[in-house]
């Protein structure tokens, strides 16, 4: 199960004192960068066998 990135649920335009670039750059990349991460360590820890891995590993 990998996530995906959703799209901003309002137009970055319609808020007032911010840029629209400022609140698009940020979603993409503080959020992406999240999203991305997590698919990531998903993908590690579906190649993990558990039952003999080191606890740092899980843990970490």
């Known amino acids: 199960m990998t996530a995906r990135l959703q ?3 309002f137009d970055p335009a319609s808020l ?3 840029s ?3 609140i698009t750059s940020h979603h993409q990349n503080n ?3 999240a ?3 997590l698919n990531a360590i998903r ?3 579906a ?3 558990f039952a003999t891995a080191p606890g740092f590993q ?3």
């Open 20 to 22: 629209p670039a400022l």
């Open 58 to 60: 899980l843990n970490g």
């Open 43 to 45: 993908k590690d820890l």
């Open 31 to 33: 959020y992406g960068g």
């Open 16 to 18: 007032n004192r911010l």
């Open 47 to 49: 190649a993990v066998p």
């Open 35 to 37: 999203v991305k991460r």
């Open 7 to 9: 799209d901003l649920p």
